[in-house]
């Protein structure tokens, strides 16, 4: 009885589609109220995010930019979530997760800096209601129930948003903060980006569920599966749960099927000793860019010189943004130790001074 029950909770969860691999519109119904210019804006951002992954590739290669996870594959999961929100919306990111914060408003130097490990990095704009991402697995996900709560105690017509990857959903605080929100019908959506490896586990390794999604029933909150590189069904499904939120439905868990190109991170990660070559290509032929472009051909809202202009655009920006990073004050002890509390202890008053004579010769 038990085996029954949950086949038939499964069942619920299959992954929601709008475009097919092909760009065919092939749930014509669940077509989002998109005009052109969104729909041109869309790809823009994916192909500027592609060429920006690209350029920061080599930037860490070269020494000049610090930690980095790339992003490319991801992007419809990425930008088309981070399409559905209000400016007024909070974003908790993880690591990966810089391409939603800068099209939600940080400057992109800001992100190069925060990637170098720079003060200024988390100094986030006023009027931005973004945290800087985090690297602890799955913290932001409390976080994010703490900050949909308050919202909702200001009465605030907003929601709290947050990312993961299939690795944090095997993290203690993905039920937690996913419970609490639940318990007080917080206005959060919980987004998991299922990249099938969480650094080398397999996701079949980390859980005997057959979908991420499907935990959303423990927690008693809404909870869907999306073709993650479908950047329509994407953005389709965290609007839903975004006017859900709004609504007073409480909060709803997203499980995007994604993939990423590239390594975990820069930081030493080797993808081929633990993926196959039949696998990456597999989803090579799902790639979202590719994808979206067909779709938008067969409109005749896009074409190779749009593309080329936002090509060029990518690069102008990074180059920019490097050179303004590279401009920035040069990190001091004396600055981290400076910004921890507005009447340091005694044991912070020693190292500062020990530290301030160091700096000063």
């Given at each position: 009885?038990?085996?029954?029950?949950?086949?038939?909770?499964?069942?619920?969860?299959?992954?929601?589609?709008?475009?097919?691999?092909?760009g065919k519109l092939v749930n014509e119904e669940a077509m989002p109220e998109l005009s052109d210019e969104q729909l041109q804006e869309l790809m823009k951002r994916m192909v500027y995010t592609r060429i920006w992954d690209?350029?920061?590739?080599?930037?860490?290669?070269?020494?000049?930019?610090?930690?980095?996870?790339?992003?490319?594959?991801?992007?419809?999961?990425?930008?088309?979530?981070?399409?559905?929100?209000?400016?007024?919306?909070?974003?908790?990111?993880?690591?990966?997760?810089?391409?939603?914060?800068?099209?939600?408003?940080?400057?992109?130097?800001?992100?190069?800096?925060?990637?170098?490990?720079?003060?200024?990095?988390?100094?986030?704009?006023?009027?931005?209601?973004?945290?800087?991402?985090?690297?602890?697995?799955?913290?932001?996900?409390?976080?994010?129930?703490?900050?949909?709560?308050?919202?909702?105690?200001?009465?605030?017509?907003?929601?709290?948003?947050?990312?993961?990857?299939?690795?944090?959903?095997?993290?203690?605080?993905?039920?937690?903060?996913?419970?609490?929100?639940?318990?007080?019908?917080?206005?959060?959506?919980?987004?998991?980006?299922?990249?099938?490896?969480?650094?080398?586990?397999?996701?079949?390794?980390?859980?005997?569920?057959k979908t991420i999604a499907q935990k959303a029933v423990a927690a008693g909150i809404e909870g869907i599966q999306v073709d993650g590189m479908d950047v329509l069904a994407v953005y389709k499904?965290?609007?839903?749960?975004?006017?859900?939120?709004?609504?007073?439905?409480?909060?709803?868990?997203?499980?995007?099927?994604?993939?990423?190109?590239?390594?975990?991170?820069?930081?030493?990660?080797?993808?081929?000793?633990?993926?196959?070559?039949?696998?990456?290509?597999?989803?090579?032929?799902?790639?979202?860019?590719?994808?979206?472009?067909?779709?938008?051909?067969?409109?005749?809202?896009?074409?190779?010189?749009?593309?080329?202009?936002?090509?060029?655009?990518?690069?102008?920006?990074?180059?920019?943004?490097?050179?303004?990073?590279?401009?920035?004050?040069?990190?001091?002890?004396?600055?981290?130790?400076?910004?921890?509390?507005?009447?340091?202890?005694?044991?912070?008053?020693?190292?500062?001074?020990?530290?301030?004579?160091?700096?000063?010769?």
């Amino acid at each position: 009885m038990n085996t029954k029950t949950l086949e038939q909770v499964e069942s619920q969860f299959e992954a929601f589609q709008i475009l097919d691999e092909d760009g065919k519109l092939v749930n014509e119904e669940a077509m989002p109220e998109l005009s052109d210019e969104q729909l041109q804006e869309l790809m823009k951002r994916m192909v500027y995010t592609r060429i920006w992954d690209q350029r920061a590739i080599s930037l860490n290669r070269q020494g000049r930019l610090g930690f980095y996870a790339p992003v490319a594959g991801q992007e419809a999961s990425m930008l088309g979530s981070q399409f559905a929100l209000d400016k007024e919306d909070w974003i908790l990111p993880g690591y990966r997760d810089v391409p939603q914060i800068v099209f939600q408003g940080l400057p992109l130097y800001q992100a190069f800096l925060w990637s170098r490990g720079h003060y200024e990095g988390g100094q986030m704009p006023d009027g931005l209601n973004v945290l800087f991402p985090q690297i602890i697995i799955g913290a932001q996900i409390v976080q994010t129930a703490g900050v949909a709560l308050g919202l909702k105690r200001k009465g605030k017509e907003n929601i709290a948003l947050t990312y993961t990857g299939d690795g944090g959903a095997s993290q203690g605080d993905f039920y937690e903060g996913m419970n609490f929100a639940g318990a007080y019908n917080a206005p959060a959506v919980f987004i998991v980006q299922n990249n099938r490896f969480a650094i080398s586990v397999p996701v079949e390794k980390q859980s005997a569920a057959k979908t991420i999604a499907q935990k959303a029933v423990a927690a008693g909150i809404e909870g869907i599966q999306v073709d993650g590189m479908d950047v329509l069904a994407v953005y389709k499904a965290t609007n839903d749960a975004r006017k859900r939120a709004l609504a007073g439905e409480g909060p709803t868990l997203i499980e995007t099927l994604t993939y990423r190109y590239g390594p975990h991170t820069m930081a030493g990660d080797d993808p081929t000793r633990y993926r196959s070559s039949d696998l990456d290509d597999e989803w090579t032929k799902k790639d979202p860019l590719v994808r979206f472009r067909k779709f938008l051909e067969e409109k005749g809202l896009w074409n190779e010189e749009k593309e080329n202009e936002v090509v060029e655009q990518a690069k102008a920006d990074v180059k920019e943004a490097i050179k303004k990073a590279d401009a920035a004050p040069k990190q001091k002890v004396t600055d981290l130790i400076g910004f921890m509390f507005e009447d340091l202890p005694a044991n912070l008053r020693e190292q500062m001074e020990q530290y301030t004579a160091k700096e000063s010769k």
